[in-house]
T-cell receptor, first 116, second 114 residues
Framework: EAQVTQNPRYLITVTGKKLTVTCSQN?????MSWYRQDPGLGLRQIYY???????DKGDVPEGYKVSRKEKRNFPLILESPSPNQTSLYFC???????????????FGPGTRLTVT | DAKTTQPNSMESNEEEPVHLPCNHS???????IHWYRQLPSQGPEYVIH???SNVNNRMASLAIAEDRKSSTLILHRATLRDAAVYYC???????????????FGKGTHLIIQP
């Protein structure tokens, strides 16, 4: 079964304590991405990766890091979380936008992060 | 990617058809029209896409205006499980460089009454 898994699903942490949200996919997709979703602002892209060892900034990358050492994994790292990073985070995987349509992206179940 | 405009919310009754409109008056000739939906407490999921012709799949139908400046997602027989936020998204396969991500607007919140 095609799956995108995220861990943890819920996390409450304190300001400044480094954390990692993991994302894994079993569809052999080259493209992976992280979004955050906030009320009134919708979904915004944080970082994306076109392939292993290739990552780039999305619309709201400040305060985040990513790595892509393996095709299936794309962890999101918050080195020093702050309260304004409290949000719902989604990992997504799919075909590159340069590939023929559809641009069908598969989203994970989400990680709700609260930074106090 | 060109901008889309959708109603904030719509309400329908269970087991009736639902027509969700999307305006995209600045669409380019190479923009594909995609629809995604987000069920409560879940990530978005792909529904359907099209370029010029109307399209059908197991989830929905997509009707595209002849001038492509608007489209309509049709749920033929809505169920309570179709209650979600529906996003209409344009994507141009030529737009390289950029995020390759999907630009989600606010979408239409579809409410289904039993």
């Amino acid at each position: 079964e095609a799956q995108v898994t995220q861990n943890p699903r819920y996390l409450i942490t304190v300001t400044g304590k480094k954390l990692t949200v993991t994302c894994s996919q079993n569809m052999n997709h080259e493209y992976m991405s992280w979004y955050r979703q906030d009320p009134g602002l919708g979904l915004r892209q944080i970082y994306y990766s076109m392939n292993v060892e290739v990552t780039d900034k999305g619309d709201v990358p400040e305060g985040y890091k990513v790595s892509r050492k393996e095709k299936r994994n794309f962890p999101l790292i918050l080195e020093s979380p702050s309260p304004n990073q409290t949000s719902l985070y989604f990992c997504a995987t799919g075909t590159s936008g340069r590939a023929p349509p559809p641009y069908e992206q598969y989203f994970g179940p989400g990680t709700r992060l609260t930074v106090t | 990617d060109a901008k889309t405009t959708q109603p904030n919310s719509m309400e329908s009754n269970e087991e009736e058809p639902v027509h969700l409109p999307c305006n995209h008056s600045t669409i380019s000739g190479t923009d594909y029209i995609h629809w995604y939906r987000q069920l409560p407490s879940q990530g978005p999921e792909y529904v359907i896409h099209g370029l010029t012709s109307n399209v059908n799949n197991r989830m929905a139908s997509l009707a595209i205006a002849e001038d492509r400046k608007s489209s309509t997602l049709i749920l033929h027989r809505a169920t309570l499980r179709d209650a979600a936020v529906y996003y209409c998204i344009l994507r141009d396969p030529r737009s390289g460089g950029g995020a390759d991500g999907l630009t989600f607007g606010k979408g239409t919140h579809l409410i289904i009454q039993p």
